[in-house]
């Protein structure tokens, strides 16, 4: 059957694809291109019966069914190609990164040159208490901020650099730890800090990867802004 089908398309001039040294899908191997689908179409036409002719309408109805995948399919390559470039930038867009500061998801905050220092929480629901607790090198807890009822979403914090005894608490680095509740219930919480980038490394595929001080490598796509 294979063979007899091989021979009915060898004779039109269409061939299957090769399965030498380019390896290729089962799809791949079974399908045909726009130009073997018109010989086809034009072999038809001429093995057709004079007395029962195919029906024009049919006709145009396989063109342009055929022409709708196909315009479909390079639809799809396109977004594909769009897509892929918007998540992953250029390669001078990932370099600029570096020596520069974001705001990320982590717990390890670095002070300011005037000490203290800003964050973020992002709050999986509304809460009716919001804490931040802000700990030294040897996990003594130094400060604890109350930030109160807060709706859902990112809400910004700013600590001064001083203790809960009002001394200065050093140069960090410092580690955070975020809680929330509305009424009992806990709220889910993500500490975000701003941070150095070291260095970025580019992949083959997706998005560059950043490599930012005590938070670790992360992809782009985590960092919520840029300082």
């Known amino acids: 059957m294979a063979t007899s089908f091989d021979s009915t398309l060898a004779n039109l001039g269409i061939g299957r694809p090769s399965t030498g040294t380019q390896v290729k899908t089962a799809a791949q191997a079974d399908s045909l291109s726009q ?56 390669t001078s867009d990932a370099l600029s990164y570096v020596g520069r500061t974001v705001l990320a998801p982590g717990d390890t905050a670095f002070p300011r040159r005037d000490g203290g220092l800003t964050g973020a929480i992002e709050l999986a629901g509304d809460a009716s208490d919001v804490r931040v607790s802000i700990a030294g090198p040897n996990g003594a807890i130094l400060k604890t901020l109350s930030l109160g009822e807060q709706a859902k979403g990112t809400v910004n914090f700013d600590w001064d650099g001083t203790t809960n005894n009002g001394e200065p608490a050093g140069p960090g680095p410092f580690k955070i730890t975020t809680t929330a509740n509305n009424k009992g219930a806990g709220i889910g919480t993500t500490p975000l800090v701003w941070a150095p980038v070291s260095s970025v490394s580019i992949p083959a595929k997706g998005a560059p990867i950043l490599s930012v001080t005590g938070v670790g490598q992360i992809p782009t796509t985590q960092v919520r802004q840029i300082g």
């Open 35 to 90: 130009n073997d689908f018109l010989k086809l179409l034009t072999a038809q036409l001429k093995n057709q019966d004079p007395t029962d002719p195919v029906d024009a309408t049919q006709q145009l109805t396989q063109l342009a069914q055929f022409s709708s995948v196909a315009g479909i399919s390079e639809i799809n390559s396109t977004l594909k190609a769009i897509q892929d470039k918007l998540a992953g930038g250029t």
